[in-house]
């Protein structure tokens, strides 16, 4: 006998010679009883799961990417939003979206750091060349949108989302026109996955949405009203990359990033880019440090030339992060 965990176990043999014969026994029930349903539940629930089929919105979502995705000369991706619902149900969404940004104005003025940090971010939108001021026609979907603070970012403490779900006078949003299903693995199972390695590295991709360009026809239904000051006239912009608020941005990005994967010549690398990423995030190692650099740099080479800039990088080595970190593009 013997105190475990588990409490006491009792092991060795039962007789002192070894048995000459089998016997198997089966006690059969009624099919619905109760224990016959705990056991069969049991089974189900260690069963390999077979072949993924996927949905009608998946299969929707995959043809539409194919079909109508490109590339800039740069290697950036310029992707298309795809629609469940006709656009022409949209309706009025102007006035909506001026009257959120006098909201957004009042807090500015009574909340100055707050004010401060929301200008920047627009400017710096701006500047990117991610929107574009165009003339006001009073056409397509106006996004309002708000400000949300996070102390705890390293880099980016407010910022603006975009509320693609607001509805028109139609009762209808842009977010209630376009479908976009979720491809990134669940987090408990990249999490495990990440600690089984010896070596770990993470990265985060910066800006990843606005990597990502969107078909010029659609721009004008990514329109927002905006101005520096309130001395100013509203102004009138459109979004031209990936907008985070929209129902198809996460998968629309991911997307993209698993099209770098399937074009990727090394299997290994294009597994780690298909893989290993919980949307921005790369969780990836390995068990020995040259891999571990190795995979780093060429999952960084690999990624920028689709447009994707990998950046925060953390390692349990830092020699890991001086190589990789010193690694031209």
Avoid at 19 to 27: G, R
Avoid at 140 to 156: C, D, F
Avoid at 254 to 271: F, G
Avoid at 293 to 309: D, H, P, W, Y
Wanted: glycine share 6%; hydrophobic share 35%.
């Amino acid at each position: 006998m013997q105190n475990t965990r588990l409490g006491w176990i009792v092991s060795g043999p039962i007789q002192a010679s070894a048995a000459h014969s089998v016997q198997c026994n089966l006690i059969c029930k009624d099919d619905n009883s109760v224990i016959n349903k705990q056991l069969a539940r049991f089974w189900e629930i260690e069963e390999i799961e077979g072949l993924v089929h996927s949905s009608k919105n998946e299969t929707f979502c995959e043809n539409h990417f194919n079909k109508t995705t490109k590339r800039a000369e740069d290697g950036r991706f310029i992707v298309s939003i795809p629609l469940k619902e006709s656009l022409h149900r949209l309706g009025e969404s102007y006035k909506t979206a001026e009257n959120r940004l006098m909201g957004i104005e009042r807090k500015c003025k009574r909340n100055r750091e707050f004010g401060e940090r929301y200008h920047a971010f627009m400017r710096e939108y701006l500047e990117l060349g991610h929107m574009k001021k165009v003339v006001d026609t009073r056409e397509g979907y106006y996004i309002p949108h708000h400000g949300v603070l996070n102390e705890n970012s390293a880099t980016t403490k407010l910022r603006v989302v975009f509320d693609a779900s607001c509805p028109t006078s139609t009762g209808y949003s842009l977010n209630d026109c376009q479908v976009g299903p979720i491809l990134q693995p669940d987090l408990f199972s990249a999490l495990i996955r990440f600690r089984k390695y010896a070596y770990e590295v993470t990265a985060d991709i910066q800006k990843m949405y606005r990597a990502c360009l969107i078909n010029p026809e659609q721009t004008k239904f990514q329109r927002i009203l905006w101005r520096e000051s309130e001395d100013s006239p509203v102004d009138t912009y459109e979004l031209l990359t990936i907008t985070y608020g929209t129902s198809s941005a996460s998968y629309l990005a991911t997307r993209c990033l698993k099209q770098v994967s399937s074009e990727c010549a090394d299997p290994v690398i294009a597994d780690v880019i298909n893989s290993h990423f919980y949307v921005d995030d790369l969780l990836t190692g390995a068990n020995s440090l040259t891999e571990v650099t190795r995979l780093a740099k060429n999952v960084k080479i690999v990624l920028n030339g689709g447009g994707f800039n990998l950046h925060k990088w953390i390692s349990n080595d830092p020699e890991i992060l001086r190589d990789v970190q010193g690694t031209q593009l």
